[in-house]
């Protein structure tokens, strides 16, 4: 099992920039693909980006052009640089990991095993 943990959460105002990170440890990143969801409270975990292991990226439409996921293998590290944010991205964010490498399946959070804690975006108007 590999463990996660999420960093770089924090309050900016909106039209700022984030850039979380997701560090590995107990296995290989290179592995798997890397996939980032977030989730509001009283609300259901949503996707919002993945990379396949062959560097390949996924975005939920709501991010496109503004979010970008990248992996340094190297490093054992995902990281989600968001840009523009707006008060809607306001959320937990989780990486998560998963064995799949059907395309179809990049958003079904069923297909992700490991979970890492979660890190806190908060966008203010």
């Known amino acids: 099992q590999v463990q996660l943990v999420e960093s770089g959460g924090g309050l900016v105002q909106a039209g700022g920039s984030l850039r979380l990170s997701c560090v590995a440890s107990g296995g290989s990143l290179s592995s798997y693909r890397m996939g980032w969801f977030r989730q509001i409270p009283g609300k259901e975990r949503e996707f919002v980006a993945a990379?396949?292991?062959?560097?390949?990226?996924y975005y939920v439409d709501s991010v496109k052009g503004r979010f970008t996921i990248s992996r340094d293998n190297a490093k054992n590290m995902v990281y989600l640089q968001m840009n523009s944010l707006r008060p809607e991205d306001t959320a937990v964010y989780y990486c998560?990991?998963?064995?799949?490498?059907?395309?179809?399946?990049?958003?079904?959070?069923?297909?992700?095993?490991?979970w890492g804690q979660g890190t806190q975006v908060t966008v203010s108007s």
């Open positions: 990379i396949s292991r062959s560097g390949t990226t």
């Open positions: 998560a990991t998963s064995r799949s490498t059907y395309s179809g399946s990049v958003s079904n959070q069923d297909e992700y095993h490991d």
